[in-house]
């Protein structure tokens, strides 16, 4: 007897609706059986800027944004569900200038990342963290002479769903 599942044909081929079981349950775990789940973004920089202590960073170029998470008018990504993720900000300083960012997760330090720039140097920082599901996570200056080197793909801030709770 085939369930069709290896075909791509509902599990219940007969049935129109969601058996009131399956609603429940995922009611229960605040998922839908159709999510796929995929949840990454990648944001960039487009142009270099000096920002001052305890700005966001305006990553105004989304090159990825699987499951809509990334606010490009916050600059914030904000967990669609509940589960581990991977952070990751990868940042290029200005010739003679120094660059010290954090990637903040509601409102509380995560990681930092440094940069000096001798010769246009980058830093890179990961982490892994559990957020609950509308839980926000954004990259934000720490000091006052914080200044990005411009151009596209050096400054980029992404993260994605490594895990969701079940």
């Known amino acids: 007897m085939s369930f069709g599942l290896s075909c791509g044909l509902p599990i219940f081929p007969n049935v129109t609706e969601k058996p009131a079981y399956v ?9 839908s059986i159709n999510d796929s789940q995929q949840i990454a973004f990648t944001a960039c920089r487009t142009t270099g800027v000096q920002l001052s202590n305890g700005q966001t960073v305006a990553y105004d170029h989304v090159v990825t944004n699987l499951g809509g998470g990334y606010d490009t008018n916050q600059f914030q990504f904000s967990a669609p569900l509940s589960g581990l993720y991977q952070f990751t900000v990868t940042v290029m300083s200005g010739m003679n200038t120094i660059i010290h960012l954090r990637i903040v ?4 330090e995560l990681v930092k990342v440094f940069s000096t720039g001798h010769w246009d140097e980058t830093g890179t920082n990961v982490v892994n963290v559990h957020l609950h599901k509308n839980d926000r996570v954004w990259v934000q200056a720490m000091d006052t002479s914080s200044s990005l080197e411009g151009g596209f793909g050096y400054n980029c801030f992404s993260g994605n769903l490594i895990q969701a709770d079940v």
Do not use: M, P, R, V
């Open 105 to 108: 997760k509601n409102g509380s």
């Open 23 to 31: 609603q429940l349950l995922e009611q229960k775990l605040d998922i």
